[in-house]
């Protein structure tokens, strides 16, 4: 499956980005999502994922009650809404793809990648 992430940008703190990542390629809706982010001089990091469905969702502590995934499986895409953003969450964010969800949400559990939209937010 092919992924192609878009919506970053330059915020202020305390706004707030849409990003989004569209699927193509494969059945969507077999795929668990996820978000990752990578800031510079830092490794990359969990964010959130979604279940096939959407039904199930996980978000990593930091983005908890700030950001929220979600996904629209008609438009083969999936979402983060991110509130409330901080300094902090300078970085590139990945949408990936794995065939199954799983609240242990780790990069090796992804078979595909997007390429990533950088988001920057200033103080």
Do not use: H
């Not at 970053?8 to 193509?24: F, H, K, P, T």
């Not at 039904?55 to 930091?62: C, Q």
């Not at 983060?80 to 300078?90: A, E, H, W």
């Amino acid at each position: 499956v092919q992924l192609q992430a878009s919506g970053g940008g330059l915020v202020q703190a305390g706004g707030s980005l849409r990003l989004s990542c569209a699927a193509s390629g494969r059945t969507f809706s077999n795929y668990a999502m996820g978000w990752f982010r990578q800031a510079p001089g830092k490794e990359r990091e969990s964010v959130a994922a979604i279940s096939r469905s959407g039904i199930t969702t996980y978000y990593a502590d930091s983005v908890k009650g700030r950001f929220t995934i979600s996904r629209d499986n008609a438009k083969n895409t999936v979402y983060l809404q991110m509130n409330s953003l901080v300094p902090g969450d300078t970085a590139v964010y990945y949408c990936a793809a794995r065939p199954y969800y799983s609240s242990r949400n780790y990069e090796a559990s992804y078979d595909y990648w997007g390429q990533g939209t950088l988001v920057t937010v200033s103080s």
